[in-house]
Every structure is written in C-alpha cells, then in structure tokens.
C-alpha cells in the first residue's frame, strides 16, 4: 500500500498541482485569442511578473498574513492581481491596440507580443535579480501529512498546494458563471462570435477588450504566485511555462476556455506521469520475478530533463485524432 | 420634413482608388429612402460611413443636427442609428433568442459596476430584454426556431433576425444592406410588410440599398442614385425609372 500512496503523491497531486497552473495559464492565452484573435505569447511573464509584485509586496509587509492564518503572499494577491491587469491593460493600449487600428496581419502582433515578452524578462531580472526567491518572508511553508490508518507513509500536501487546488476551482466556476449568465460574459462570447456584429449590437468592444486583459491577468497572477509559492520564484520560471501552456490551448481547441482547463489537466498529468519511476509500483514483486529479469532503479518513460518533450508529443497526437482540439475550438 | 441624416461633403479612398468623391445627401425623417446604383459606385462605403464601420477621409455625417463622424459603431447604436449587414451577421453560437437579447435598451449589465453592486435591477433589465425579444420574434415570424442556434437558420431567416435586431431598440434611423438578397419571394414580403409597420408604426426611418428594383418600387420614396462616388440624382421611382442617365449608369450605354 506504500506504493499506491508514493503514485498518489508523485502523480496525483503533482499532476493535479501542473494542470491547475497549466489550466490557468491557457484559460488566459485562450480567452485572448478568442477575442483579439493572436497567440500572446508574453503570457508567461504575465504570469512572472504578477508572482514578482506579489514578492515585492511580501517582502514590504512580511506579517501582514499573520493576523488571517494565511501565507502573506496569498493575502497580497488581490493586489498583485490589480497591479498586474493594469499593467496588461496598459501594455494593450501601448503596444497592441496601435497595430489593431492599423490593421495588421495577426503575425505582428505575435512577434510584438515576443517583443514584450523580452521586454518583461528583461526589466523583471534587473530588478528581481537571476537568482530564486521564495516567497514565505520571515516564515515557514506549512506540509500537511495524512496519515492513512494502517500503512506507514503519509499523504503529503503542502500549504500553497491545497489553496492553489481551492483558487483553480472557484477561478473556473467564476469564469462559467461569469461567460455563461452575465451580460457581459455574454457579450464576450459575442464579441468572439463576430466582432462587427458585436459593434452594430451597441457592445461596447474596447470594454470587452480591457476586461479580457483583466481577466488573463488576473489569471496569470494567480498562477504565477502560487507555482512561486510552491515552489520558488525565478525570473524564467514561466518561461519554462510558455510552451506547455500553449501546447494545452491548443490541445484544448483555441478559443474554448474549458477546452484549456482540460488540456491544462492533460498535459501535466501525462508530464508527470511520463516522469514518474515505475519501479517503484512493481517493487512488491520483485521476489516473484524470474532470476533474468532485473527491476531497474529508475523505469520512467523519459527522463525529467526531457519532460518538456511531452505536452508536443501530446499535442501532435490529438491533433492528428482532432484537428480542432479536445473541444472544438474558435468562439467562446 | 427635416433630414435625420445628414451627410456633407464625404471623401473616402482606399489606396489610389476614391469611391467616394465628395457625396453629400440627406435622409428625410420618417422616410424609407432607397439607394441605388452600380456595383463599384460606393454604397456599401458609404453605408458603412454612415453606420459608423469606416471613418472618411474628410467630410461630415450629422444625426438629427448633431455631428457624429467620430463617434464608432457602438455609441451611434445608442443614439438610436443601427446597420444590418448585406451578408447576415449572426452570432453563429448563440442561439435566435440569445441573438436578439445582446441588444437590450440600456445595456445596464455591460456596465462593470452594476453587474457586482445592483444584481436586482440587472435581473429585472433582462427579464424585461427577454420578454422584448419573444415579442420581436413574434413579430417577424421566428418564435419556432427561438432556441435554434442562428448559425443553423436558413439564409432568409437570418435576414429576419437582422431586421428583429433592430426592433430590439428604440432606433429612429435603420440602414438596410440589400435586405432582400438571397430571401425568397413569400419572406420577401413579410419583410417588406414588417419594415412598412415599422414605419408606420413606431416611426423609423429608413435607408435602403437594394439591387432588387421591384421592392424599391414597392418601399422607396425618395430613390437616390450613386454613381462614382457622388449622388447623380435624387426623386420618386418613376422620376428615376424616366432618366435616360440613370438608366445609362445602371444598365450600361446600349439600354439608353
């Protein structure tokens, strides 16, 4: 029975722990897509970035927590998340919104979006530095061990763990209510159905626009701190995040948010579990083994330094099976 | 009779080509008015000039007195000037009815603000925007296909929902873009009885493209005619249908 725990916590919760960070990260690029109709690949260091001011923030204040129970880094996030949509916003009416009344072909505003996203990196590391952060200032990361009757080794889950799987549940019920019962998530979906349309209905699309960029930032704040929390921060730290972040929209069908929650799941289980040592599942066995056949230590399908292979490989698998995506992707 | 639209003096070109050369014309209030003229003499630029789509080069579009050249599609909707589109604009994954309810009156629950802090009266504006919209449906014949996607309606039926779309507002001016294109001839004739009442009724004015000249006969009064980008002439069918000119720019030189 140990080993079905050490699955459950190498598989299960670290899975579940890179789906709701790849889930919030491509719910993000998806909604952008589906509105303003380009990959943003800056992303990424939108997810960074919101992580870097939430840091900034907990080191200013480090006990501000203290009084609610709660890491200060989670009690600082709404600011995070604030700071971080204006300053999406601001880079939308800087950079993007220029090209779009001039018209451009989608292709400019992807390499425009690579030029911000070297831009962030660039003013994130000159003021965050190279090295890694963590974010509990002046206090510990509290590991929760269950202890299951009967069998020695414990589940473990860690503080930023659990609230991480508590935001990505309300994020999404939020984001279904929000699309499908108000009217302004109605005129989202309506705005990516046809954009002329929307205007001649009286939608007011700039509203539209600013609101999408509040919400994938917002997003990709909370994505942002809490893998930083779980984990460190890092400068690149969401630069590693970009392609399987990207990997999972499109495996999810561009365009559909809850296609991106799915393929966010997808691609970090089928990660984790192409990482994860088989062996130690068929140890129990090992006596009945015939003499030839030696359990080797380590029996993962790749080695953790290519793990980065596999949301591709994923990818081109589904869309040879569905060309559109898990869910067919294009409109909200 | 005063002009609702007025526009003066209107440039446009794309690249080297100007299809609008200094166009000035008014829509009277009340009025259907019918335009008409080749293909390639500007019309569709210019309704898309008046409807707030494309911005001139130079020049002036005034609602009621009031200038609104800058203003984009959207504000122009609320000032109570909508469009439909030559091809049928629908939102393809929205239902009939869902289509007709992202027009509402007000648009109280686009506001950030309302949508948090006055849930009640967002409820109320929507179960009002609904009961509207079954009425509308009623209206144009299309309560049976209410919770049909519109991408699934037949070409005339989402001819019909752009017509209810502009029902689902108190518009004063409606632009027509070749409404009666690709409908047959029975829908053909709910929709001109519809844009009748509508006139009648509720007092809309009316400005119409249209290459079918059977309905311009039958809806228009004044007819203007475009040709290169300029107003050639303005009168009643019959005025128009006795120009050799007209008849010359419209069906080429060898019907004059």
Redesign the interface.
Known sequence: MNELIYFFNYVVVAGSVTGCIYAMGAVGVTLIYSILRFAHFAHADMMTLGAFVVLLLTMLFPHAGDALGLPTAIVMLPIGMVFTSLVAVGIDRAFYQPLRTHKVKPIVMVIASLGVTLMLQGLIRLFAGTGAQSLYVDARKEIFRLEVPGITRPIILTEPQVILFVVTIAAVVGLHLFLTR???G??M??MS??P????????????IIT?TWVIAGSLATLAGTLLSLDVAFKPDLSFFLLLPIFAAAIVGGVGHPFGAIAGGFLVGFAETLAVFNWSVLLRPIRDSLPDWLALPANLALVGTEYKIVVPFFILIAVLIWRPTGIFKGK?I | MSPIIDVRHIRKSFGGLTVIDDCSLQVAQGSITGMIGPNGAGKSTLFNII???LMPDSGEVLLDGKPITDL???RR??QGL??T?QIA??????TAL?NL????PA????N?FS?WFKPGE?RRQ?AETRRRALEVLDFIGLAHVRNELAGNLSGGQKKLLELG?TMM?DARVVLLDEIAAGVNRTLLGDLIGNIERLNRELDYTFLVIEHDMDMIARLCDPVIVLAQGQVMMQGSIEEIQNTPAVIEAYFGAETA
């Open positions: 108000s009217r302004l109605k005129a979906r309506a159905d046809n002329d349309l929307a205007r001649a209905s009286g939608i007011n699309t700039r509203l609101l409109v | 409807a707030g789509s984009p599609a959207n909707f609320h909508l469009r589109f604009h629908e939102f393809s994954h929205l869902e309810m992202m027009v509402p648009q109280e629950g686009e950030l949508t967002v929507e779309r507002t």
